[in-house]
């Protein structure tokens, strides 16, 4: 779900302007309308354990900084 707000974010709500609650609102519709007609599913690339692992060395880098 977060992604598809980052998505929504990204290309509708950055490049447009609305001079309006309701402008804005019937726009963020059409946009999940056409959405909705063509998805585009978000598509894991690692596994868990993968992000897990990629998770635990940052938070070692973090941790380590000395700060």
């Not at 598809?4 to 059409?30: I, P, Y």
Request: hydrophobic share 40%.
């Amino acid at each position: 779900m977060e992604r598809w707000f980052a998505e929504l974010t990204n290309r509708k709500l950055r490049r447009s302007a609305h001079r309006g609650v309701a402008e804005l609102e019937a726009d963020v519709e059409a946009w999940i309308d056409a959405w909705n007609d063509d998805p585009k599913p978000f598509v894991w690339t690692k596994t868990a354990d993968e992000i897990l692992d990629d998770l635990a060395r940052y938070c070692q880098r973090i941790n380590d900084s000395g700060h």
